[in-house]
């Protein structure tokens, strides 16, 4: 055998683990780059889960989608979205197949990590207002300290009035910050364990220092503030009891490296794949299994509750699918789901030169590699796992293929490591087949997040290819 001939048999049985970006067309590259600007617009414009809907609502809206309640019968090609509380979205795109032979589902999650307000969050500490926080997700603690963070929220009065407060995220607009200790007292936090470095109680932010103008009252400067908030948004400090305010990160996403291959930004987990699910059920006309894109909330704590992806309300939405194309058989639902394909589109951990020894380097997710397509998650031997059916990878391959959208076959770093979960489990115990397929994500759950632009877009064909 020649030398040539080990370079072709390479080339036929080895899998391609090439840089996505060697080969690629002008129109292909000019494609990436517009659609990551688009995306990067959308991230800055949609930092929480309720701002995410509300956004994606409104691009539904642009695009032909119609509340399903307006709509008594549906037939094939009609486009519908129901919003579950503002916290959800559920889009469909009926298509030409009975819906009791199942869907093609993509579900993506709105929430992210980040440090929520407790509901008695203001008191005053020496001249100072302070707010305390109770952080949401996984983070490591103190890589939210000493950073801009605006605040993002609803304030709810008893008489149902409801006040969205934003501010920070304009270039006159106050930030607000969390204040870790200066080295030079810092002996003692130094010696803590990096995970206590910085402990939850610990994560109170600095939120003015303004005494109220008179000398016959205590707490001044919580009153001033109170004062500001009474006569800018109508509120007092009972109303905090029904508000859910968040502390996120108050810089903008952008694009990172000298050669603008990556988007730095916060939330990325999941907002890239909400926002690759959402273009992509954008492209659907007429399928021939009905196309639905989840967005959902609370995936960071679990999936519970009536916004997580466990709610009862999806399937709610489900039911007047089936109903609304004739579909009352009481098993109709049952039917459909076990007969659904469905991806959780959610993040993967990329590669970490400065971490290399957390990542096996034979299963793990690297920028500019594609998609990832992450066969089973959970942790330990496979704890929790969510696993799919190789019959059902082995499609997604071919769909994939064809479509010449990228992906690598990986899983979350080392066994034994840690590991994690996604939706994908809550919708395979419904019945349906369920495959993890989403992006890399370099520095997870902290403030700013890195991916590829190139792997961003491969999720977008990928997702469309699927749907259509
Ligand atoms: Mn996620
Ligand atoms: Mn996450």
Same mark, same amino acid.
């Given at each position: 055998?020649?030398?040539?001939d080990?370079?072709?048999?390479?080339?036929?049985?080895? %899998?391609?683990?090439?840089? #996505?970006w060697?080969?690629?067309?002008?129109?292909?590259?000019?494609?990436?780059?517009?659609?990551?600007?688009?995306?990067?617009?959308?991230?800055?414009?949609?930092?929480?889960?309720?701002?995410?809907?509300?956004?994606?609502?409104?691009?539904?809206?642009?695009?032909?989608?119609?509340?399903?309640?307006? /709509?008594?019968?549906?037939?094939?090609?009609? &486009?519908?979205?129901?919003?579950?509380?503002?916290?959800?979205?559920?889009?469909?795109?009926?298509?030409?197949?009975?819906?009791?032979?199942?869907?093609?589902?993509?579900?993506?999650?709105?929430?992210?990590?980040?440090?929520?307000?407790?509901?008695?969050?203001?008191?005053?500490?020496? $001249?100072?207002?302070?707010?305390? =926080?109770?952080?949401?997700?996984?983070?490591?603690?103190?890589?939210?300290?000493?950073?801009?963070?605006?605040?993002?929220? %609803?304030?709810?009065?008893?008489?149902?009035?409801?006040?969205?407060?934003?501010?920070?995220?304009?270039?006159?607009?106050?930030?607000?910050?969390?204040?870790?200790?200066?080295?030079?007292?810092?002996?003692?936090?130094?010696?803590?364990?990096?995970?206590?470095?910085?402990? $939850?109680e610990?994560?109170?932010?600095?939120?003015g220092?303004?005494?109220?103008?008179?000398?016959?009252?205590?707490?001044?400067?919580?009153?001033? /503030?109170?004062?500001?908030?009474?006569?800018?948004?109508?509120?007092?400090?009972?109303?905090?009891?029904?508000?859910?305010?968040?502390?996120?990160?108050?810089?903008?996403?952008?694009?990172?490296?000298?050669?603008?291959?990556?988007?730095?930004?916060? #939330?990325?987990?999941?907002k890239?794949?909400?926002?690759?699910?959402?273009?992509?059920?954008?492209?659907?006309?007429?399928?021939?299994?009905?196309?639905?894109?989840?967005?959902?909330? &609370?995936?960071?704590?679990?999936?519970?509750?009536? %916004?997580g992806?466990? =709610?009862?309300?999806?399937? =709610?939405?489900?039911?007047?699918?089936?109903?609304? !194309?004739?579909?009352?058989?009481?098993?109709?639902?049952?039917?459909?789901?076990?007969? !659904?394909?469905?991806?959780?589109?959610?993040?993967?951990?990329?590669?970490?030169?400065?971490?290399a020894?957390?990542f096996?380097?034979?299963?793990?997710?690297?920028?500019? &590699?594609?998609?990832?397509?992450?066969?089973?998650?959970?942790?330990? #031997?496979?704890?929790?796992?969510?696993?799919?059916?190789?019959?059902?990878?082995?499609?997604?391959? &071919?769909?994939?293929?064809?479509?010449?959208?990228?992906?690598?076959?990986?899983?979350l770093?080392?066994?034994?490591?840690?590991?994690? $979960? %996604?939706?994908?489990? =809550?919708?395979?115990?419904?019945?349906?087949?369920v495959?993890?397929?989403?992006?890399?994500?370099m520095?997870?759950?902290?403030?700013y997040?890195? !991916?590829?632009?190139?792997?961003?877009?491969?999720?977008?064909?990928?997702?469309?290819?699927?749907?259509?």
């Amino acid at each position: 055998m020649s030398r040539n001939d080990g370079k072709e048999l390479k080339m036929k049985l080895f %899998t391609n683990k090439n840089n #996505g970006w060697e080969n690629l067309s002008d129109d292909e590259l000019k494609d990436i780059f517009q659609y990551a600007d688009e995306y990067m617009y959308y991230l800055n414009n949609s930092k929480t889960e309720k701002e995410i809907v509300h956004n994606s609502k409104e691009i539904l809206l642009k695009n032909g989608f119609v509340d399903i309640s307006e /709509i008594d019968e549906l037939k094939a090609g009609d &486009k519908v979205f129901y919003v579950n509380r503002g916290r959800c979205i559920y889009a469909a795109v009926i298509g030409t197949d009975d819906l009791e032979d199942g869907f093609k589902i993509v579900a993506a999650h709105c929430d992210s990590p980040r440090i929520d307000l407790k509901q008695n969050p203001l008191y005053e500490d020496n $001249g100072l207002a302070m707010l305390k =926080t109770h952080y949401y997700g996984g983070i490591k603690k103190y890589q939210w300290t000493n950073i801009p963070l605006s605040i993002h929220g %609803t304030v709810v009065k008893p008489d149902g009035e409801k006040i969205n407060i934003c501010v920070g995220e304009n270039e006159d607009d106050p930030i607000f910050t969390i204040s870790d200790l200066l080295p030079h007292l810092a002996q003692e936090q130094m010696e803590r364990k990096l995970k206590d470095g910085v402990q $939850g109680e610990e994560l109170n932010v600095l939120a003015g220092s303004i005494p109220y103008d008179s000398d016959e009252v205590s707490e001044r400067v919580k009153l001033n /503030i109170l004062q500001l908030l009474n006569e800018r948004y109508g509120i007092k400090e009972i109303d905090f009891m029904s508000s859910e305010i968040e502390l996120v990160p108050a810089f903008k996403a952008k694009s990172m490296g000298f050669d603008y291959s990556m988007i730095a930004g916060y #939330g990325q987990d999941d907002k890239v794949c909400c926002y690759a699910a959402l273009r992509a059920i954008l492209d659907v006309e007429t399928p021939k299994k009905t196309a639905i894109c989840v967005i959902t909330d &609370k995936e960071e704590v679990g999936f519970n509750g009536v %916004t997580g992806m466990y =709610t009862r309300i999806f399937d =709610t939405f489900v039911l007047e699918l089936l109903e609304k !194309t004739g579909n009352t058989s009481p098993i109709s639902l049952d039917k459909a789901f076990s007969n !659904t394909r469905a991806l959780s589109a959610d993040v993967d951990a990329a590669y970490n030169p400065n971490y290399a020894s957390a990542f096996e380097k034979n299963n793990t997710a690297y920028l500019n &590699k594609g998609m990832t397509v992450v066969k089973y998650t959970g942790s330990k #031997g496979k704890s929790g796992a969510s696993e799919a059916p190789a019959e059902f990878v082995a499609e997604l391959r &071919k769909i994939f293929d064809d479509a010449n959208a990228k992906y690598q076959s990986c899983e979350l770093g080392k066994v034994d490591k840690g590991g994690g $979960g %996604t939706i994908a489990l =809550t919708l395979a115990n419904r019945g349906m087949d369920v495959l993890d397929v989403g992006v890399p994500v370099m520095g997870m759950h902290s403030p700013y997040e890195i !991916t590829s632009k190139f792997d961003v877009f491969q999720a977008y064909k990928g997702y469309r290819a699927f749907l259509k």
